[in-house]
């Protein structure tokens, strides 16, 4: 896990150009495999269509075990139309914490190997932000080959990170891991 915890230092850029946003106007960055855009973007569909959204081939277990992961699974369950329920334009029927949820589920069945997650946390409270720290920590050792670029300013969302880069005006200033970051007392500190 990489993760960068500073404000206005480019993180955005970053996961922008990794999304195909931007282009690069010099250098060149290599695409390892598909990113996902994690930003909460839901459409006038059923629950199950957004969290599908793009997967043509996904099974009602798949759905069910990427919402379960990403802790919405119970609440689509109570509805009285369950994963059929449609969400409304944007997602207006749902608050922003559930929206981010079906945003994680949807990013959980695609099984992304480079999966950039912008603030992921940032509308969840902290209940529903250390479940998605085990879930993400599960991610990872389902899949160690799968990199997972998180942009935070928590630190709880950041602390167990295997790399944590703190940019600034889009330079490395320090990087490390959270122990070590904290005993130096730098710019992370």
């Not at 150009?17 to 495999?33: A, D, H, K, M, N």
């Not at 944590?164 to 490390?176: A, F, N």
Request: net charge negative.
């Amino acid at each position: 896990m990489i993760c960068t915890v500073t404000s206005g230092c480019e993180k955005s850029t970053i996961i922008q150009l990794l999304e195909r946003f931007y282009g690069v106007t010099s250098g060149q960055l290599v695409s390892i495999s598909s990113t996902y855009n994690l930003k909460p973007v839901l459409f006038d569909l059923t629950l199950a269509k957004n969290i599908t959204y793009g997967l043509e081939n996904a099974s009602m277990i798949d759905i069910i075990n990427a919402a379960s992961t990403a802790n919405i699974h119970q609440l689509i369950d109570q509805l009285p139309q369950g994963y059929e329920t449609k969400v409304g334009l944007k997602g207006s029927f749902l608050s922003g914490d559930e929206k981010q949820r079906i945003a994680i589920a949807r990013a959980r069945i695609h099984r992304p190997k480079v999966l950039p997650l912008n603030e992921a946390t940032s509308s969840m409270d902290s209940y529903n932000e250390q479940l998605l720290q085990v879930a993400l920590e599960q991610a990872q050792t389902e899949d160690f080959s799968r990199t997972l670029l998180i942009i935070a300013h928590r630190l709880s969302t950041i602390r167990s990170c295997d790399l944590i880069c703190v940019l600034d005006r889009g330079h490395i200033m320090e990087s490390g891991i959270h122990t070590e970051m904290t005993r130096e007392r730098g710019v992370y500190y």
